[in-house]
C-alpha cells in the first residue's frame, strides 16, 4: 500500500533532489540526520530512475531548499538497506514521473518488529499505531488501548517523529519488555481496564 503524500496536518513543501547530475523535485520526505526513510519525487524519467539507482546503491544525494541552494547530504537508511521497494508512475498530465523509495518497514505485514508508521493526518496515528503493534506483538492489547499505547510510545521514543515534510512519519521501536511492564502497571492502577477478550480477538482476525 503507498502512503498518501499528503496530510491535513503537513505543509505543503517542495524541495530538490540531485545526484550526479540529475535532479529532481521532491513532494514528500521523511529523514533524520541525513538517513531518508521515504523519498517521493517528480521529474523526468531519467532522473528520476538515475536518482533512484544512485540511492539503492548507497550513494549519497543532496537534498536542497530550491534549485539555487546547494543543499545537505542524504542517503537511504541503513537499518532498512536491502528491503526498499520503488513504485513508480506517470502523472495525468504525462508530462512528468512520479516515482517513491519506501522500506519493507512501512507495509503492516511486514514481519520485522520495528516499523515505519505513515498515518495520514495526527488523528489517524493512534489506530494505525495499535494494528502495527498488535500484529508484531504477543502481548493482549486491545483496540480501546490506542490512544494510551500512542501517547506512551511518544513518552518513551519507542514512537519516534521524523524530519518530514509533505506527510507524517514516525520511526517505531516497540520494546515488548517494557511495554508489558507499562501495561500491567497501567491496569493496577486502572489507568487502562481489561475489555472482552472476544472484541481483541476479533480485532485480531481482521
Not at 533532489?17 to 517528480?42: H, K, N, P, Y
Not at 539507482?53 to 537534498?63: S, T
Not at 493496577?188 to 481489561?194: A, C, D, H, P, S
Amino acid at each position: 500500500m503507498i502512503p498518501a503524500i499528503t496530510s491535513d496536518d503537513a505543509r505543503a513543501e517542495v524541495r530538490q533532489i540531485r545526484a550526479e547530475g540529475f535532479s529532481a523535485w521532491v513532494d514528500a520526505c521523511a529523514q533524520t540526520a541525513g538517513e531518508i526513510w521515504l523519498l517521493s519525487m517528480l521529474g523526468n524519467l531519467q532522473s528520476v530512475r538515475a536518482i533512484w539507482a544512485r540511492l539503492l546503491k548507497g550513494e549519497v544525494a543532496y537534498l536542497a531548499e530550491n534549485e539555487h541552494a546547494s543543499g545537505s547530504q542524504c542517503w537511504l537508511a541503513r537499518e532498512a538497506w536491502g528491503t526498499w521497494r520503488f513504485f513508480k508512475g506517470r502523472l495525468p498530465s504525462g508530462s512528468a514521473t512520479h516515482g517513491m523509495l519506501l522500506p519493507e518497514l512501512a507495509s503492516y505485514a511486514a514481519e520485522k518488529r520495528d516499523f515505519l508508521l505513515l498515518p495520514r493526518n495526527e488523528a489517524e496515528a493512534p489506530n494505525l499505531h495499535y494494528r502495527f503493534l498488535n500484529r508484531r506483538l504477543d502481548l493482549p492489547l486491545h483496540p480501546s488501548w490506542a490512544g494510551w499505547l500512542w501517547e506512551r510510545g511518544l513518552d518513551t521514543e519507542e514512537a519516534e517523529p521524523l524530519e518530514a515534510f509533505g506527510l507524517l512519519a514516525y520511526r517505531c521501536r516497540p520494546n515488548p519488555e517494557r511495554l508489558r511492564e507499562d501495561l500491567t502497571a497501567a491496569l493496577r492502577r486502572g489507568i487502562l481496564t481489561v475489555p472482552d477478550l472476544k472484541s481483541n480477538h476479533l480485532d485480531a482476525e481482521e
